[in-house]
């Protein structure tokens, strides 16, 4: 079976959460895979919130990164601890400030609804000024970390 046609959940996909441009082997083995899946439910609770309050219409959630292979993950510059390694961590593309604050909101209101917790919610930039959300959730021992940038 091909990674377009797996489903984590109703709307992710393997392949969505595991593409890269460097041509190097990603492929989560099943551990990694039940981490994305769990991921993929507070992803599905983010896509449907979002579109609740702000979305006009059926919105999706694009994912810039999700699982990382060591290899991918030494090539794009990732650090040697990094949640994408274990397939839990996502980077979601925002379209600005705004709306990373707003899905920030959002993801901290599921988990004090839900009573759940989340390792990590950042709001990141690199050098060129892209903005991105970087959301992950572990199997246990989460932190409840957060860094917005300014």
């Excluded at 274990?86 to 993801?107: F, K």
């Excluded at 572990?138 to 957060?146: E, G």
């Amino acid at each position: 079976m091909e990674k377009t046609s797996i489903r984590l959940s109703e709307h992710f996909t393997l392949a969505e959460l595991t593409k890269t441009n460097t041509n190097l082997k990603n492929v989560p083995n099943e551990v990694q895979i039940k981490n994305l899946k769990r991921l993929c439910g507070w992803l599905e609770m983010l896509r449907e919130e979002w579109n609740k309050r702000y979305g006009e219409g059926d919105e999706g959630i694009v994912i810039n990164s999700g699982f990382r292979s060591e290899a991918v993950n030494k090539a794009v510059g990732g650090a040697a601890t990094s949640s994408h390694l274990t397939g839990c961590a996502a980077d979601i593309r925002v379209s600005g400030m705004e709306q990373a604050l707003r899905y920030a909101v959002i993801l901290l209101d599921i988990s004090d609804e839900g009573r759940e917790d989340f390792d990590e919610l950042l709001i990141e930039r690199n050098a060129r000024g892209a903005i991105w959300l970087h959301f992950a959730v572990r199997p246990t021992r989460n932190r409840r970390k957060l860094r917005f940038i300014s």
